[in-house]
């Protein structure tokens, strides 16, 4: 048997390795929060009178509103497949889209004491969000999805995705965050994925 550890055949591994994960998800929790996104369905499909701007808005609250309903069913799940990757001495970015999701990920994962940049801090909150990951002060970063750019977090070693976006450019642009100058690691990417909500059907479009 010839045993050779990742640092061995870091030359020859890519930069970047994708890994789509299948995770599990409350269903019940999904059911509950989609009751009123199926109440604004019924109308898209059966009210004649709205206008085109009254349907353009209400097929994006459905839209919004089944992506966050599929980002907090499966938030528990996240929440023990980034716990059991800290447990093992990673450094993780954690990405989402929502607040509701995010606030989520502050509760179950404070132990961690995870820094924050979401789009809700202030610039000198977010700088030291980023000098205390980059210190090893906290090895969890959690970071909304649309708030990543200019970001130098290279200190990571993996990058999770709790929720996906529709743009295969943004899921790059948060991957560039560890993938940067001064990262000498091969970085591993991991899309969380649920079977039911808009999972699927972004996950498709990617």
């Known amino acids: 048997l010839l045993r050779r550890t990742k640092q061995d055949v870091l030359s020859d591994l890519p930069p970047k390795r994708r890994l789509v994960t299948a995770v599990d998800s409350d269903d019940a929790l999904y059911r509950k929060l989609m009751l009123p996104v199926s109440e604004k369905l019924l109308q898209l499909k059966h009210d004649d009178t709205l206008s085109a701007s009254q349907r353009a ?41 929502h607040h509701q999701v995010m606030d989520f990920y502050r509760r179950e994962l404070r132990a961690f004491s995870p820094a924050f940049i979401t789009g809700r801090e202030t610039g000198t909150q977010k700088e030291q ?3 205390r990951f980059m210190a090893g002060r906290t090895d969890l970063c959690c970071v909304s999805l649309r708030a990543a750019a200019g970001l130098n977090l290279q200190r990571a070693s993996c990058v999770v995705f709790g ?44």
């Open 57 to 97: 808005l209400l097929s994006m609250e459905v839209e919004q509103g089944e992506r966050q309903a599929t980002g907090m069913a499966k938030a528990p799940y996240v929440v023990q497949f980034v716990r059991a990757l800290l447990d093992g001495g990673e450094k993780v970015l954690l990405f989402a889209h």
């Open 129 to 131: 969000s980023v000098e």
């Open 163 to 206: 929720e996906l976006d529709w743009s295969p450019a943004v899921h790059s642009q948060a991957e560039d965050r560890a993938h940067r100058m001064g990262q000498t690691d091969s970085i591993l990417c991991y899309y969380l994925v649920s079977q039911g909500g808009s999972d699927q059907d972004i996950q498709d479009a990617l």
